[in-house]
């Protein structure tokens, strides 16, 4: 399994990015991909996830009704919406890959893509 994360960048609070996880080696129909993200110094915690299963697993409190993720199957991606983003959402996102379903646990992931850096300024 190979996961490939990419759309991080610099944006100024209140602004947008769309992340995107694009997966190999497993098949589309029974899939849980979830997003996490690692700020400087903190553990990493779980923002979203999403299976073929279950639809959308869960959001963060602290994300809720700020960002969106979708799948399409067909290119075989995940997708993270941010919008309203805060600078407490700097950190260095992941995207991770299970069986189904989602779960709130960053040890039952078995695939971790890269990561790549979002960071929001003031």
């Known amino acids: 399994v190979q996961l490939v994360e990419s759309g991080g960048g610099l944006v100024q609070a209140g602004g947008s990015l769309r992340l995107s996880c694009a997966g190999h080696?497993?098949?589309?129909?029974?899939?849980?991909i979830g997003w996490f993200r690692q700020a400087p110094g903190k553990g990493r915690e779980a923002v979203s996830c999403?299976?073929?299963?279950?639809?959308?697993?869960f959001y963060a409190d602290s994300v809720k009704d700020r960002f969106t993720i979708s799948s399409d199957n067909a290119k075989n991606t995940v997708y993270l919406q941010m919008n309203s983003l805060k600078p407490e959402d700097t950190a260095v996102y992941y995207c991770?890959?299970?069986?189904?379903?989602?779960?709130?646990?960053?040890?039952?992931?078995?695939?971790w893509g890269q990561g790549t850096q979002v960071t929001v300024s003031s």
């Open positions: 080696g497993f098949t589309f129909d029974d899939y849980a």
């Open positions: 991770a890959f299970r069986r189904s379903p989602c779960i709130v646990v960053v040890a039952a992931y078995d695939s």
């Open positions: 999403i299976s073929s299963r279950q639809s959308t697993g």
